[in-house]
């Protein structure tokens, strides 16, 4: 299946089930930019419009590239946001329009190097881009039991895909003064909530018995951890940026 049509049935549970990223994660991104309003941000993979809303509600011009459409259909209009399908790849943007381009939990989904070639394409000369990305604090218990659950269903290796991809971001010779930060995150899930963001994970399995295995062993472990009907997922949101060389 090709990485654009993964979500085709999972945009969704993808709305409802995938965590936001803390506003400490989106002051790094505009640290020493200047004025937000004189800004212009590509969001590449803006998938249901997530990162999206965080980047356009600090007043700045913001182009969210998506190319799945049910993606975009779930996101809806967010004001202060232009829809584009292109892709990582190939955004159909003009050159060096983008004061900073980012990619929250995405970059692995595209081919590296061309997506860094389009990158710096897009970016004007002094020019900034970004990965961001939530990863499962697995030092907390409940985290840890879940992430054991995905590692036991998981279908691919996306889980190794997303660090060979912020690896291939770090070392490309396109950039200066690449930098990482790690800021603590958590996600507060119902029964209902902890299952959508199960559905939302493309390489776990939708449906068959797989699928009703894997969401029985997520409902036992909302019932062995839950208190008040609510369940924590810690995370560690990491933040790559790189200016532009």
């Known amino acids: 299946m090709k990485s654009t049509e993964r979500f085709n049935q999972r945009a969704g549970d993808y709305a409802v089930g995938r965590p936001s990223y803390p506003e400490a994660s989106i002051d790094v991104l505009f640290a020493g930019l200047g004025d937000p309003s004189r800004l212009t941000i590509v969001d590449l993979g803006a998938g249901t419009g997530i990162s999206t809303r965080l980047l356009a509600a600090r007043g700045v011009n913001t182009i969210a590239v998506e190319p799945n459409a049910a993606m975009r259909e779930q996101a809806g209009a967010i004001a202060g946001v232009t829809w584009s399908a292109g892709t990582g790849e190939q955004t159909g943007l003009d050159d060096g329009c983008a004061d900073l381009v980012t990619a929250f939990q995405a970059f692995h989904w595209f081919d590296a190097t061309t997506a ?75 029964r209902a909530g902890l299952h959508a963001r199960t559905g939302s994970t493309s390489y776990l399995p939708r449906e068959g018995l797989e699928s009703e295995a894997l969401h029985a062993d997520v409902a036992r472990l909302f019932d062995r951890y839950a208190a008040g009907g609510m369940v924590i997922m810690r995370m560690k949101t990491i933040v790559t940026i790189a200016d532009r060389a």
């Open 116 to 190: 860094l070639a389009e990158i710096v394409r897009v970016l004007r000369p002094a020019g900034r881009a970004a990965l961001v990305y939530n990863e499962r604090d697995e030092s907390d218990a409940f985290t840890a039991d879940y992430g054991a659950i995905v590692r036991r269903y998981a279908t691919d290796r996306t889980e190794r895909r997303r660090s060979d991809g912020r690896n291939a971001f770090e070392a490309f010779d396109g950039w200066r003064n690449v930098r990482t930060t790690e800021i603590p995150n958590a996600q507060e899930l119902d």
